[in-house]
């Protein structure tokens, strides 16, 4: 049977788990977690402990649970006839999750974004006082910047570009035809 880990031990798990399966942080390997909570029990046995810690933490984080329905989660789980979660887990859960929740959502967004997530725009107005075309001249023109978060480890992207008044008033129809489409799925 596998032994018991401390409250702290266990938040320690929860911490390592979050860790690698939500910010990225390849070093929070099974060996590194079994050394820091110093469990005294065989590799196999460590292994389903975090396993089944695992299992909960993604449960928990796919449903971004609310701390009622966390409490209703957590009290099913003390009551399974198989491997039936501790009374003296569910407050090291609740805590953990109180603590983290906000921060794991913002990673599974962040995460969910695969073509990148515009984070910056920014714009100005020029008059144009040379062209090739005299019709050109004193034209006005708006110069747009966009900055997009590229999705998880790819950086940002810049993109700059130019818009004469038609252009301007086109992409401007276009977004009211974007938003016309989302306030009828919000109504």
Do not use: C
């Amino acid at each position: 049977m596998a032994a018991q880990l401390s409250a702290k031990s266990v938040l320690g798990v929860l911490n390592g788990l979050s860790r690698r399966l939500y910010f990225g942080d390849e070093s929070m390997t099974d060996e590194f977690l079994r050394e820091q909570v110093e469990y005294g029990g065989s590799i196999e046995e460590f292994s389903a402990i975090l396993k089944r810690y695992e299992s909960l933490l993604v449960s928990i984080a796919a449903a971004h649970m609310e701390f009622t329905q966390l409490q209703a989660f957590l009290s099913s789980q003390t009551k399974k006839r198989e491997n039936p979660l501790s009374e003296d887990d569910v407050p090291v859960l609740q805590k953990f999750w109180k603590s983290q929740r906000t921060k794991i959502h913002e990673a599974l967004v962040r995460r969910s974004h695969a073509d990148g997530q515009l984070t910056d725009l920014s714009w100005r107005i020029d008059v144009k006082s040379k062209a090739r075309n005299l019709d050109q001249i004193n034209q006005p023109t708006a110069i747009v910047e966009m900055q997009i978060d590229q999705s998880v480890g790819k950086g940002r992207e810049i993109l700059r570009f130019e818009m004469d008044e038609q252009h301007t008033k086109d992409m401007l129809q276009h977004i009211n035809d974007i938003q016309t489409q989302i306030d009828k799925f919000t109504k």
